[in-house]
Nanobody, 117 residues
Framework: QVQLVESGGGLVQPGGSLRLSCVAS????????VGWYRQAPGKQRELVAA???????NYADSVKGRFTISRDNAKNTVYLQMNSLKPEDTAVYYC???????????WGQGTQVTVSS
């Protein structure tokens, strides 16, 4: 069973940056589309960044131009570079393989990102 472990979250001031990492227990990221999702309190989980293949990326309008998804297949790791963070980016962030709301593996524990002054 594949396990996903997210890390890199924390408390950051508005305008700051964070880099999230997601390590998989198997070499899944080289075989499947991958994405970063987030869930804010009282809201549904949403897809914010996706990498359908090694040469294509898609972003939610709310993060476009500020977030960058990338992956290192050799390390079974997906990254999310988050710049110019805003309070509305506060959420628990998760990674998974899949397409849109269809994900292939059990969710990890996520990593909390809090943007506040």
């Amino acid at each position: 069973q594949v396990q996903l472990v997210e890390s890199g979250g924390g408390l950051v001031q508005p305008g700051g940056s964070l880099r999230l990492s997601c390590v998989a227990s198997g070499s899944i990221f080289s075989r499947y589309p991958v994405g970063w999702y987030r869930q804010a309190p009282g809201k549904q989980r949403e897809l914010v960044a996706a990498m359908p293949n090694s040469s294509k990326t898609n972003y939610a309008d709310s993060v476009k131009g500020r977030f960058t998804i990338s992956r290192d297949n050799a390390k079974n790791t997906v990254y999310l570079q988050m710049n110019s963070l805003k309070p509305e980016d506060t959420a628990v962030y998760y990674c998974n393989a899949g397409i849109g709301t269809l994900v292939y593996f059990t969710w990890g524990q996520g990593t909390q990102v809090t943007v506040s002054s």
